[in-house]
């Protein structure tokens, strides 16, 4: 273990051996639970950043330049403008629950952070059913969402909230589905154990992994409200759906939420079924030895170019070989990477349609997410080729077979005429 | 019309009537539909407007013909050109002005560059009603400032353009407009190629767009729609060939006609549209007559616009129309013999697109009467006048 890799461990236990031997589980918890509520925010005001510049650069803008040095310090400007704002509550609106919606829904996506394994031996707590706990808070937002809606007493908040609580628990059965075959291979509900048993292999790279994997984020996308599953606050149609009538420090608390269950899904999804925290089953050093002679061999290069590129990539082999990449930065890039493909489904598809939604959900997420379970018994029941052949079979015949029920009329070519 | 509730009747539900707009992000201005729900589905849908009323007719009948031209640029502000066209025909009608060869073709070059800049902004706004978070309209605005560029070379405005007289154009176009308005056009088609291929095929806007909204051929001809609302019903019907006005009749350019008439229809004969557009202009660009061969108003003309209160048209009417990029876009004027028209009548598109709303949304969900509604492609300052 290097001491890079265990920096943060390292750290708190310097900090803890301050206190006395009897307080330091306490303040073993408020050490956790203070750098979890600082980080949360950061987390989120940068994932606003992130994402207003990526889709900026997608539509030939800037995105946010003025504040900061490449608009960096937006968000705390934005963070300010909100705790400014006046607060208005709708005449006739409850204006109890009105504020308890917002906070309500802001407290379980922090919470949600507590079972993540961030890295090795970096988890806020090792709870033995962290992935029941990880179901059971993030449903809880339904509920905020519902009293937000409800409270501000508006018809478009209410359409907004009956639109989200029929998603989110539709969305919820398929992503159960799905992780249930992880907790079947990997036989235990802690995270950690999820993530130790990928070890060698990632999840993702198995059969029922993919299917899973991808069943698990769209589903949880669709649990955030994000696009093209923006149904609860349709910008076009419902103008902002549950937080219509939210403004100031509320209405940046909805945001909030919404961002960081964005970044639990991101964070769960990688680890449930990309590694968690470890490094590819392949060292680094190598792949940075095979980029190395690719591009040396490049011979549309100039010669310069790739003379520098096979010195950088054979420095980068030899700093990966002597040490090795933390594990907590393994699983932040993942995560990020999974924040890009969130940000650009964004910025790329249009919204679908209630009914549509729904459908996707029952019809096709949900008998998938029970065949992945019969496909992921198959895999570890049978040695590795048979197994491995009779799940991806299976999967792909049944995936097919859906996409053949669910579609009896396919969308048509149309022909146009050309008139004089 | 009745429409059975979904839910049980074990169960008693309620119908919400819900107002979108005066003020709601996507009815493309201050459009009011109060539409009543049963849970998702509409069963009623009644527009309201006149928010926007600004007593556009009257303001007409108060001043000279020429005054009105700037007030024709604000009944649709993403076609001004066009609107200044079906104007100075009327007026032409009525006085019997002949226009200058250049200035025909100006004004032809001038009215499908604008059809190239609505057709692009209304597809971009129909993709994001479908909740597309901008992507699309920004790619379509970045190819309609190029032609806003050309816009303003040419008469000093982006989009308030006052450009078109009677008898031809206010003044010719710049030394080397024509060479970059070239340029811009043929690169259109490749616009449109990358366009479509992030949308034609998308599956999301198949499902959302295919048989939602549809409208029947009888209905449309029935309400009087016209332009590309009307062709995507399967209906033959362009004022460029019926009518002849102008120089069109000696561009080959053909009709792309839908066959369902749903709002996937009307964004593709749009698109196909804005490609025959292109061929008229490339084939105007292409014969337009030197300034020294022909000037870019004819004398009459030149004549009226220099001194409006002498123009005194003979007792009469006159109705002239174009096909303007949102339908059939008439100006009815009645002369009495004095410098100002005695009535002045806009036939605006948008407004009798409109009529037909409740009929096309009943049924369907709230997410797809708004994107009907952009699919009908309204502008408020043309509805209201």
């Known amino acids: 273990m290097s001491s890079l890799d265990q920096l943060f461990v390292n750290l708190s236990g310097w900090l803890l051996s301050f206190f006395p031997a009897g307080a330091r589980p306490w303040a073993d918890i408020a050490l956790k639970i203070g750098v979890l509520v600082a980080i949360a925010p950061a987390i989120m ?15 030939n803008r800037f995105g946010p330049d003025r504040v900061g040095i490449y608009g960096l310090l937006q968000p705390i400007s934005d963070g300010l403008k909100m705790l400014i704002k ?8 409850d204006r109890l629950l009105h504020l308890a919606a917002p906070i309500l829904s802001v407290v379980p996506a922090i919470l949600l952070f507590a079972v993540l394994p961030f890295g090795r031996n970096m988890i806020p707590a090792d709870l033995n ?34 639109r989200s609580v029929a998603q989110i628990i539709s969305y919820e059965v398929p992503a159960i589905l799905s992780v249930v075959a992880v907790i079947m291979v990997a036989g235990t509900l802690s995270t950690v154990g999820i993530v130790e048993a990928q070890a060698e292999r990632w999840f993702f790279f198995t059969p029922w992994g993919v299917v899973g994997g991808l069943i698990f984020f769209l589903s949880g996308i669709a649990e955030v409200n994000r696009t093209p599953f923006d149904m609860p606050e349709a910008e076009s149609e419902l103008v902002a759906g549950f937080h219509t009538e939210y403004s100031g420090m509320k209405f940046a608390l909805w945001y909030m939420a919404e961002f960081l269950e964005s970044f ?4 769960f999804t990688v680890t449930f079924f990309l590694g968690g925290w470890h490094a590819p089953a392949v060292p680094f050093w190598t792949l940075a030895l095979l980029l190395a002679v690719i591009v040396g061999a490049g011979t549309r290069l100039a010669i310069p170019v790739r003379g520098a590129g096979v010195l950088g990539m054979l420095g980068a082999a ?19 990477v999974l924040i890009f493909v969130l940000v650009w489904l964004r910025g790329t598809f249009p919204r679908l349609r209630i009914d549509q939604l729904m459908g996707l959900a029952w019809k096709f997420l949900l008998p998938l997410g029970l065949i992945n379970i019969l496909a992921a018994g198959l895999w570890a029941w049978f040695p590795f080729p048979v197994g491995t052949a009779a799940s991806a079979l299976a999967l792909i015949v049944s995936a097919w077979l859906l996409v053949r029920i669910n579609n009896p009329a396919p969308l048509q070519p149309r022909t146009y005429v050309f008139a004089d | 019309m009745e429409l059975k509730t979904s839910i049980s009747p074990t169960i008693e539900t309620q119908q919400l009537e819900v107002n979108l ?5 996507s009815t493309h201005g201050v459009f009011r539909m109060i539409a009543t729900l049963d849970g998702e589905r509409i069963v009623k849908l009644k527009p309201v407007m006149g928010y926007l009323h600004r007593n556009h007719e009257q303001i007409g009948e108060r001043a000279t013909y020429i005054a009105s031209f700037p007030f024709t640029d604000r009944l649709d502000y993403f076609c001004a050109m066009s609107n200044n066209f079906g104007l100075a025909l009327a007026i032409e009608k009525l006085g019997g002005i002949q226009a200058s060869e250049r200035g025909e073709y100006l004004r032809v070059i001038m009215a499908e560059l604008t059809r190239l800049v609505n057709h692009t902004a209304v597809i971009g706004f129909l993709l994001n009603d479908m909740g597309a978070f901008g992507t ?8 309609r400032e190029k032609i806003l560029d050309l816009f303003e070379a040419a008469s000093g405005s982006r989009m308030m353009c006052n450009y078109v007289r009677p008898g031809g154009v206010r003044e010719d176009v710049p030394e080397g407009w024509l060479e970059r308005a070239r340029e811009i056009v043929n690169a259109f088609p490749r616009f449109l190629d990358e366009f479509e291929a992030l949308l034609t095929e998308n599956e999301i806007v198949q499902q959302r767009c295919q048989h939602v909204g549809v409208l029947s051929k009888e209905l449309a001809m029935n309400a009087s729609i016209t332009g590309p609302m009307l062709r995507a019903s399967g209906v033959n019907y362009d004022i460029r060939k019926v009518d002849g006005y102008s120089i069109y009749p000696r561009f080959t350019f053909k009709i792309p006609l839908g066959t369902v008439g749903d709002v996937y229809d009307r964004y593709y004969v749009r698109i196909l549209e804005m490609r025959e557009s292109v061929n008229i202009l490339q084939q105007a660009l292409k014969e337009i007559p030197d300034s020294s061969a022909s000037p870019a108003i004819s004398p009459k003309g030149l004549a009226l616009v220099k001194a409006p209160r002498t123009f005194r048209p003979p007792r009469g009417e006159a109705y002239g129309r174009i096909e303007a990029p949102k339908g059939e876009l008439g100006f009815y004027l009645v002369s009495d013999g004095s410098s100002q028209p005695y009535r002045y009548h806009v036939r605006a598109p948008s407004f009798i697109n409109l009529t037909v709303l409740e009929d096309m949304c009943l049924g369907y969900k709230v997410a797809d009467v708004i994107i009907i509604l952009g699919s009908i492609d309204i502008v408020m300052g043309e509805v209201d006048r």
Request: with cysteine; glycine share 8%.
């Open chain 1, 129 to 162: 059913v962290g992935l029941l706990y990880f179901f059971a808070v993030s449903s809880i937002g339904s509920y905020a969402i519902f009293m937000g809606g409800w409270a501000s007493r508006s018809k478009f908040s209410i359409l907004g909230a009956m």
């Open chain 1, 86 to 93: 006046e607060d208005i509550v709708p005449r006739g609106a």
């Open chain 2, 21 to 25: 707009g005066p003020q709601h992000p």
């Open chain 2, 136 to 143: 699309p309209l920004l790619y379509a605005f970045r190819e």
């Open chain 1, 45 to 59: 005001m940068y994932l606003t950043w992130i994402e207003r510049k990526i889709i900026a650069r997608m539509q």
């Open chain 1, 264 to 267: 639990a899904v991101c964070a």
């Open chain 1, 318 to 336: 030899a700093l990966w070989g002597a040490q090795p990449i933390p594990s907590w930065i393994w699983f932040f890039a993942k995560t990020y």
